[in-house]
């Protein structure tokens, strides 16, 4: 016997109600449309501004009040293509080079929207989307050389949440007491918890030690070498100064690709001092670690496979559409021993929709999960590993071949090595006053930025004011990078005639 009921058969004089469209046919052109427009929207790219600000009438209307009747969705439409569509954050233009941040792909934009159609509850149960998500998980291990029996993985939104994963299992492994029972708070009977990273190590691990209930000060900041890399030998002095003054050292924060200059620490080093002081080794890889995807340069993160925890993104440079981050764990209990709870409702039936207990549910922060693997799998099924490694190498070359330019050029001048994918430099027609550089390559980022040519971010180094380019985007050409310095240039000496 049938029971589901076909759509004839619903009485039409229903007075309740729903949010599909009363004419499917209708919203299936809009749809077409839709699409159409951002095929578009994705090939032109190139004849618009890389980022331009949003007018302040469009901000006034962006700040209308709460709509409370509907409106004909081609308005609603018309609305988005005005407001929204002329003004984004830039990350998909070719010469988007700011802080770290991917371009996304048309294949990806596709499988998302496939995805939101499916709308799965990604945190367990027997369904397609959790099998795709262990197959993506096992894929990513196996690109970066990270499989080992008995470990795990989940997706996240990024890598901040996915560092906090990996540092929450490593303060409840390696702490003398079951922190999940007692808590931080009975501070009597332990010393305090201490986690290790670089100066150079990103603002998450701040966060998430706060988060945690360790606090910053738990947070040992370890100076760095000429390259940017952790001292190992200062680390190795500040673990065993911080044990005789009755603290317990935990975990080591290795970084490959620090956000600043792109520097690798030495991983290989790191995880031996962490194997000799029993302390886990994590790896913030956020972009770096995907190095290891181009045979080429994947020597430059060598040692990945050796940390107990490895957070990286997959929405910088695997060119994903935000969000999608991913941390891997070496010791699947450990991992499970974190976050596993197991309330009633959340039971598994033995058989059914819930047959074993929800997976990615015991794993992370996140219970409500959305399908992001999806676009992780067509995209590595429609492009192939190998694919995205030769344009993360091709990604590097650019970065090399843009320090090769500023090193023709006597009035620029490079502030860091360019050790993967990251350039810092300045305008420096040879003056001395550190302040009025900084002042000079300051506001040349600004104007850049402003005239649409391209967007960089700065940052500091040593107190120098850096103009940097970080090189994640699949859509840059050699003859970007060339348009940039010609720019910066021609800035520079207007600037300098300006302050004459």
């Known amino acids: 016997m049938n029971t589901f009921a076909p759509a004839d058969d619903l009485k039409e004089a229903s007075l309740e109600e729903t949010l599909d469209p009363d004419d499917w046919n209708e919203l299936r052109r809009l749809g077409h449309r839709m699409m159409d427009d951002m095929f578009e929207y994705l090939s032109t790219v190139r004849e618009r501004p890389a980022w331009q600000s949003v007018p302040a009438e469009v901000k006034a209307k962006l700040a209308a009040d709460l709509p409370l009747a509907p409106a004909a969705m081609d308005l609603v439409y018309e609305d988005f293509k005005q407001q929204v569509l002329p003004y984004?954050?830039?990350?998909?233009?070719?010469?988007?080079?700011?802080?770290?941040?991917?371009?996304?792909?048309?294949?990806?934009?596709?499988?998302?929207?496939?995805?939101?159609?499916?709308?799965?509850?990604?945190?367990?149960?027997?369904?397609?989307?959790?099998?795709?998500?262990?197959?993506?998980?096992?894929?990513?291990?196996?690109?970066?050389?990270?499989?080992?029996?008995?470990?795990?993985?989940?997706?996240?939104?990024?890598?901040?949440?996915?560092?906090?994963?990996?540092?929450?299992?490593?303060?409840?492994?390696?702490?003398?007491?079951?922190?999940?029972?007692?808590?931080?708070?009975?501070?009597?009977?332990?010393?305090?918890?201490?986690?290790?990273?670089?100066?150079?190590t990103h603002s998450w691990a701040q966060k998430a030690v706060e988060l945690l209930g360790l606090g910053n000060q738990s947070l040992h900041r370890v100076p760095v070498d000429s390259a940017f890399r952790i001292d190992i030998q200062a680390l190795q002095s500040a673990i065993h100064s911080d044990r005789q003054r009755g603290k317990i050292p935990i975990c080591v924060i290795g970084t490959a690709g620090t956000v600043n200059t792109g520097a690798v620490d030495d991983l290989k080093e790191l995880a031996a001092v962490c194997q000799m002081e029993d302390l886990w080794f994590h790896i913030d890889g956020a972009f770096g670690a995907l190095a290891a995807l181009s045979p080429k340069w994947r020597n430059k993160v060598a040692g990945l496979e050796l940390a107990d925890s490895l957070a990286f993104d997959l929405h910088k440079w695997m060119y994903m559409p935000f969000e999608a981050g991913c941390i891997l764990v070496r010791d699947r209990e450990a991992h499970r021993e974190a976050f596993t709870v197991s309330p009633s409702y959340l039971s598994s039936q033995g058989r059914g929709i819930a047959p074993a207990p929800l997976e990615f549910a015991g794993l992370g922060i996140d219970l409500a999960r959305n399908f992001k693997a999806l676009k992780i799998w067509f995209s590595l099924k429609a492009h192939g590993s190998a694919k995205h490694g030769r344009l993360i190498e091709q990604n590097i070359e650019q970065a090399h071949y843009l320090k090769t330019l500023i090193e023709r050029e006597s009035h620029l001048e490079l502030l860091a090595p360019v050790e993967l994918n990251v350039v810092c430099f300045r305008f420096n027609p040879g003056l001395d006053d550190e302040a009025q550089l900084n002042q000079m390559n300051e506001e040349i980022v600004i104007r850049i930025q402003e005239s649409g040519l391209a967007v960089t971010s700065g940052t500091r180094l040593s107190g120098r004011f850096a103009i940097r380019v970080a090189v994640t985007n699949h859509r840059s050409k050699k003859v970007d990078f060339e348009l940039l310095t010609s720019r910066v240039l021609e800035l520079g000496i207007e600037g300098r005639s300006d302050h004459h």
């Open 88 to 200: 984004p954050t830039g990350n998909i233009h070719p010469r988007f080079w700011g802080w770290v941040m991917g371009t996304g792909t048309p294949v990806a934009m596709l499988a998302d929207m496939l995805a939101s159609g499916m709308n799965s509850w990604v945190g367990g149960f027997d369904q397609s989307a959790i099998l795709v998500e262990e197959q993506v998980l096992r894929w990513l291990a196996a690109m970066l050389h990270f499989e080992h029996s008995g470990s795990s993985g989940i997706l996240t939104s990024g890598c901040t949440v996915a560092n906090i994963i990996g540092l929450t299992v490593a303060r409840n492994a390696k702490a003398t007491f079951n922190v999940r029972e007692r808590g931080l708070q009975d501070r009597a009977s332990h010393g305090p918890l201490v986690v290790y990273c670089s100066t150079e």
